[in-house]
């Protein structure tokens, strides 16, 4: 039976003879005839040590000759280690080498490699340390967003990948289709999209949040949490072709509503990460920002700052720093004006509220003020916004005057309008980026490192 190093070194189970299989990733030959291998399965960053003693069997011929990256299964017996850096070792009876790995060829080494090189062996950086923890803390925080909602009597929504209307204009779309490209039917001028597979155009989702409204205004609390796509061509350090959203949706819920929920979530997920990811985090406090273990510990214990976008336009007027882009009422936010906001001058994370009806989504509440909508953004330092929300218009009327006055077809919305028709209620929810997320708990500073086979304009190659 197969034993998880995790549990072996939690557990310290002295004395005990177990399995482990793992991958090795260094060997050091003492002069007393007997080798020290270190090794790796995944369920925790730390290594087991292994004492394989000259007298197995296959000491000669096959330990003296294992590398980095080769595959093993010892059985030996826990015991308490006289070295520093761990508090018990596994003694081998046994050695089996599972797999081979020539170090001529093997391109992870046991030197620091680059974020960049890792980039380019997608299929074998999972094996570092760094990648490793990473994946445990995702898995970690995806189960946070769960029980989260869950506890709260959320339902967990499926709305589709593949979308025929083209959503808010979050962002540019890609297209699906089974077209032949170097065929396109035309007819009249125009692409003959009845000659496609949908019969009609279709793409992929930016946000699941139109759908998600259908099912809070029957169910009440939805939320979804799934791949999204936008074809932006913004080679960024936070942008993704292909990221990972959580969109919660709450019936009878006003932006008030939604921005307490958003920042209890905030506080969760990030009180369940410390708590269950002890290890990664030291790890990542250590070796990428070592403010980050202090900054969620101050995060949940105090209240988010919420701004107007009027006082927060009017603190960057003011502001003495050198700004790439100019500020004035009316112009969206830049990330080095969500930066300076959280870092200089409220240090850590705070939520704007009330942006011009402008700059924001056609389907957002319209204030009194009739300037402003019912919008949040929350934004945290280092990466700026990691969520998007508001309220949602929910008179039929002046929602479809938005949808106009945005340029907007309204017989496209039909069945976004009719929900405002039959039993409206205020609503509300936000759109959180999963990458990010993990980017600020993480310290990470490119969000390619923060998913497995991210996906950027120019690289598809994994
Ligand atoms: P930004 O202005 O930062 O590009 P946005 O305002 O276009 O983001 P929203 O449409 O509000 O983003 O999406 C909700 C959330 O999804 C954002 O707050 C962010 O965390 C995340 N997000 C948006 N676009 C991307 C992307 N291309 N890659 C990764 N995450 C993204
Ligand atoms: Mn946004």
């Given at each position: 039976?197969r ?61 003296l ?24 070792e596994?003694?081998?009876e ?20 680059s ?20 994946a ?101 350090s ?169 340029g ?47 996906r ?7």
């Open positions: 039976m034993n998880k190093i995790s549990s072996i070194l939690f557990l310290e189970r002295i004395g005990d003879k177990l399995t482990v299989e793992g991958w090795v990733r260094t060997r050091r030959d003492s002069k007393g005839g007997f080798s020290f291998i270190e090794i790796n399965d995944g369920s925790c960053l730390q290594n087991l040590q292994v004492i394989a003693d000259g007298s197995l069997s296959n000491y000669q011929t096959e330990i000759r294992l590398q980095t990256g080769c595959s093993v299964r010892v059985t030996g017996i826990v015991a308490p280690s006289q070295g520093k850096g761990q508090t018990v596994l003694q081998a046994f050695i089996d080498v599972i797999g081979w790995s020539d170090p001529d060829q093997y391109s992870l080494q046991k030197k620091r490699h974020f960049e090189f890792l980039r380019t062996i997608a299929h074998l950086r999972p094996r570092t340390n760094t990648f490793g923890a990473i445990r803390v995702r898995n970690a925080m995806s189960i946070a967003i769960h029980s989260f909602f869950q506890d709260r009597g959320f339902l967990y929504i499926h709305t589709p990948i593949i979308t025929g209307s083209d959503c808010e204009g979050a962002g540019e779309m890609f297209k699906v289709t089974t077209l032949d490209l170097a065929q396109v039917p035309q007819k009249d001028g125009h692409i003959d999209f009845e000659k496609d597979f949908f019969g009609a155009p279709a793409h992929l989702t930016v946000s699941g949040q139109l759908e998600a409204e259908i099912y809070a205004l029957a169910l009440g609390d939805v939320y979804t949490f799934g791949p999204t796509f936008r074809a932006e061509n913004s080679n960024t936070r942008h993704l072709a292909e990221f990972w959203m959580v969109e919660p949706e709450m019936a009878f819920c006003d932006l008030e509503g939604d921005v307490g929920m958003a920042t209890a979530f905030l506080k969760y997920v990030f009180t369940y990460v410390l708590e269950h990811c002890r290890e990664d985090m030291a790890f990542f406090n250590r070796f990428m920002d070592s403010t980050i273990i202090e900054t969620l510990e101050r995060i949940i214990s105090k209240d988010f700052e919420t701004v107007s976008y009027g006082e927060a336009v009017r603190i960057l007027s003011e502001a003495k720093e050198g700004f790439e882009f100019p500020v004035a009422w009316g112009t969206d936010l830049q990330s080095e004006h969500e930066r300076y906001l959280c870092e200089k001058v409220f240090k850590g994370p705070i939520v704007v509220i009330d942006y011009p009806k402008e700059i924001k989504a056609f389907y957002m509440k319209v204030n009194q003020d009739n300037k402003t909508v019912r919008a949040m953004d929350v934004l945290v330092p280092k990466v700026g916004e990691i969520i998007g929300g508001s309220q949602r218009e929910d008179d039929h009327d002046i929602l479809l005057q938005r949808i106009k006055d945005m907007l077809e309204p017989d496209n919305y039909w069945w976004y309008l009719e929900l405002r028709k039959f039993g409206s209620v205020p609503h509300a929810g936000f759109g959180l980026g999963f990458e990010r997320l993990i980017q600020f708990v993480t310290g990470m500073t490119n969000i390619r490192d923060v998913i497995p086979f991210p950027t304009p120019g690289n598809i190659s994994f």
